[in-house]
């Protein structure tokens, strides 16, 4: 893995960092990308191998600049992962089109800016993108209806990926996180939003941002030669319960 290089969006913290780090450990070099700046420079300081760019991809003319800093910098590009994102928790009626749009642009434009940019360093490669989803784009859930939808569209465009890309040997999959244990999620769950994840989740905790991060580093990497357009939810078994799961757990216990 010496040689190789990943360019990881959103990079400043979450699982963005800990995919720098664990791509860091296995022999890869980083671009880490992130339009914040103090954030970044922040996190990319003790970093080795790793080089921090500051741009947002939910603007073209930015990601064209990147993908173009990053070669000149790296001189390639093994995987991409798109994980940059943003979201807006409000009730569809209350979803103006200015919230709309601030998460389309980041969490769907920016995979596909980003995505399409890097496609000629890939087919020089035969490198991977993984776009990073989300359970909210698997199930419908309150409050996520342009969350949700911006995901479920991710989960789509990486199909296309992998059906167009795949003649030139270009991988993409999609990991589809649950209930992590970052900062942001630990300071909007409630305890009674947290007690209520628990109880559907088979695992019956939240997961962590290195196990995700475990599931990226996979296929990015050459042990997933075979693995392209597919869509793995790393979340507990959160997707595969089924209504009704807490109450089952009760009548067996009993």
Known sequence: MENKVALVTGAARGIGLATTHLFIEQGWQVAMIDRDSAELR??????ANAKAFE??????????LMIDEVLTEFGQIDAVVNNAGVADFLPIGETDFSAWRRIMETNLDGVFLVSQAAIPALKQTKGAIVNIGSISGLRA??????????KAAVIH??????IELGDF????????????K???????HSPEIISAYLDAMPLGRYGNEREIAEVIAFLCS?????????VIAADGGFETAGVGLPALRKAAEE
């Open 42 to 47: 922040k996190s990319c300081r003790d970093i």
């Open 55 to 64: 741009y947002d991809v939910s603007i073209p003319e930015q990601v064209d």
């Open 157 to 162: 465009l990486t199909k296309q990926q992998a």
């Open 222 to 230: 050459d042990k997933a030669s075979y693995v392209t357009g597919q």
């Open 141 to 150: 859930s309150t409050l996520r209806v342009a969350y949700g939808t911006s």
């Open 169 to 180: 040997g270009v991988r993409s999959n999609c990991v589809c996180p649950g209930p992590v």
């Open 182 to 188: 970052t900062k942001l999620a630990m300071a909007v």
